[in-house]
């Protein structure tokens, strides 16, 4: 019985459809497209959970994803959230009362080098997940260039799932009620243009990999670019 977002990854993973695209990433700006099937997500969200665990970051613990506000569905930002989840941390989408382990900021990461957190890692968001030109100041950790020594399987076990999964001004979410958000629609191709930090986990990650669907992410508002990808890409919805 699968009881956490990790094990419904899993699951998605050894299935016979492991192989084929969850999520694909449009920044209409950039002209970037990246797309991750499955077993290339869990790959990344392994590498990321074994930095989080070398940072002794894990369950209970609370990490503040400032990446949810600013690029709410990139796949980096979605990245964090399922490893979060993966070691047992609670996904903080608002400033918690309580101290955070840690703050994850995209290249924006200047002026948060003062943060109380415990661990600040920035994120450039290049679009194959390097990591920045330039060295970043002590206390800041990039993103890019840590995760890529991180194994390719996490060996931690499965985290309690009663604990909170998410926390932000409206919602506190164990992380067994994440397994049913998106759980009873159907398994459909979708468009997602997430405008905030819930509705980019809901729409990117938790209602295609429960649904048993996927997703296609387009940060933009080009309405013709957008229904030129909704026929390429074949969206059902």
Known sequence: MVTSIAGRLDERVR???????????YD????????????TFANWVAKTANLLQQLVIGEGD??????????PGHWVTLIWEAACWRVGAAVAAVDPAGRVAALVVGPDWAGYETSTASEIIACSLHPLGLGFDQELPTGVIDYGIE?????????????????PGWI??????????????????PSLRRLAQPGDPWTGCVQGLLTPLNSGGSVVVVVG?????????KE???IDR
């Open 232 to 234: 390429s890409e074949r």
């Open 15 to 25: 299935s016979g459809i492991g192989g084929e695209p969850l999520i694909t990433y």
């Open 221 to 229: 508002h080009d309405a013709e670019e957008v229904a030129r990808i």
């Open 62 to 71: 609370l990490v503040r994803i400032e990446l949810a506000h600013r690029h």
């Open 168 to 185: 932000d001004e409206s919602h506190e979410i164990s992380g067994r009620d994440l397994l049913t958000v998106g759980e009873a629609e």
């Open 147 to 163: 995760v890529r020594g991180q194994a390719d399987s996490y060996p931690g076990g499965a985290p309690a799932s009663d604990a």
């Open 28 to 39: 209409l700006d950039s002209g970037e497209r990246t797309e991750l099937s499955a077993v």
